[in-house]
């Protein structure tokens, strides 16, 4: 049987499962997020509901806390820049794959052949191929200059 897996903001484990894979009193766990330091999700009936991010925040807060000395309004607002960075990164990487398939669409919108289709209707040929049907080719006619 294999392990289910789930996305890292996904909100799946119940206060004292969080409290035992960080390393931490559930009290401890209650009294950061009344600080603002780490803010479970909540569920309809208010329980905390704790995210495998959620877990690694509070590792940070304790190896802060405990090998750097920092203060708890430290942590909170080094925890505040490093979500946003988290946020800002997330957007530059949709922002890059919106350039990426803009892009794509681009070049295949370049490589696009178009022509004058049997009723008179444009019609999109690829480059390349000849045209299927030979009743929808386009012809051009130019005069020849009459000399006097």
Request: no cysteine.
């Amino acid at each position: 049987m294999s392990v289910p897996r789930f996305a890292e903001s996904a909100a799946v484990f119940v206060i004292s499962v969080a409290a035992e894979l960080a390393g931490m009193h559930p009290q401890t766990l209650r009294q950061y997020d009344r600080l603002g330091l780490v803010s479970p999700h909540r569920t309809p009936g208010r329980g905390r509901r704790y995210s495998a991010r959620d877990i690694e925040q509070l590792r940070e807060v304790q190896r802060l806390s405990q090998e750097e000395g920092v203060n708890l309004a430290g942590i909170k607002r080094i925890l505040e820049l490093e979500n946003e960075v988290h946020e800002l990164r997330a957007r530059l990487a949709e922002v890059e794959e919106d350039r990426r398939r803009s892009s794509r669409a681009e070049a295949t919108m370049r490589r696009r052949l178009f022509a004058a289709g049997p009723a008179g209707d444009i019609v999109s040929v690829p480059m390349g191929r000849p045209f299927s049907n030979p009743s929808s080719e386009l012809v051009v006619w130019r005069p020849t200059q009459v000399r006097s």
